[in-house]
T-cell receptor, first 114, second 112 residues
């Protein structure tokens, strides 16, 4: 499986600011995914990022709030814009594995908004 | 609409005994089911999966059972070890899609 790293691992941000989270994969992958895990909750898919095309957002998530870039086959960024305390979550990126239905996750970015 | 549910938020088991984690789903379009383990401050780690056309898949100490008519799957860990203490998520994928839908997780504590 691919090795996935994320930066930063954690951050504390003030409301109204934005944070960009980076996800780096050690091999070329077609699809990358961004998830959110709110405190005490499960993982929820935010969007799917394909290289060379616009990200596909899930219901309840919009590009203005969570812009995503996918400049190449090993890297993606997720920006959390105009943050509020409700955005305090763990943000995780993932990629598909050797079998398309499997996904492998990065270590996550723990975001706290004050 | 919670399509994947794990009704037990926590489970405590003695080392060496069996851990049984349960998961229910509502969507008949799911074609693959997966289990992940998550330690604090780490991302989920893939454990085992099962296709909807099978009823059992085994990998070492981990076995997943699928009862399609009941829309129910379970993960058996035998024997349980203290290192298995973690949060376990079941997830499901809709046929021909890429999105994984996760259950709420079950926190397992294995006591030495």
């Amino acid at each position: 499986s691919a090795v996935i790293s994320q930066k930063p691992s954690r951050d504390i941000c003030q409301r109204g600011t934005s944070l960009t989270i980076q996800c780096q994969v050690d091999s070329q992958v077609t699809m990358m995914f961004w998830y959110r895990q709110q405190p005490g909750q499960s993982l929820t898919l935010i969007a799917t990022a394909n290289q060379g095309s616009e990200a596909t957002y899930e219901s309840g998530f919009v590009i203005d709030k969570f812009p995503i870039s996918r400049p190449n086959l090993t890297f993606s960024t997720l920006t959390v814009s105009n943050m509020s305390p409700e955005d305090s979550s763990i943000y995780l990126c993932s990629t598909s594995g050797g079998r398309a239905y499997e996904q492998y996750f990065g270590p996550g970015t723990r975001l706290t908004v004050t | 609409d919670q399509q994947v549910k794990q009704n037990s938020p926590s489970l405590s088991v003695q080392e060496g005994r069996i851990s049984i984690l349960n998961c229910d789903y509502t969507n008949s379009m799911f074609d693959y089911f997966l289990w992940y383990k998550k330690y604090p401050a780490e991302g989920p780690t893939f454990l085992i999966s099962i296709s909807s056309i099978k009823d059992k898949n085994e990998d070492g100490r981990f076995t997943v059972f699928l009862n399609k008519s009941a829309k129910h799957l379970s993960l058996h860990i035998v024997p349980s070890q203290p290192g298995d203490s973690a949060v376990y998520f079941c997830a499901a994928r809709k046929a021909a899609g890429n999105k994984l839908t996760f259950g709420g997780g079950t926190r397992v504590l294995v006591k030495p």
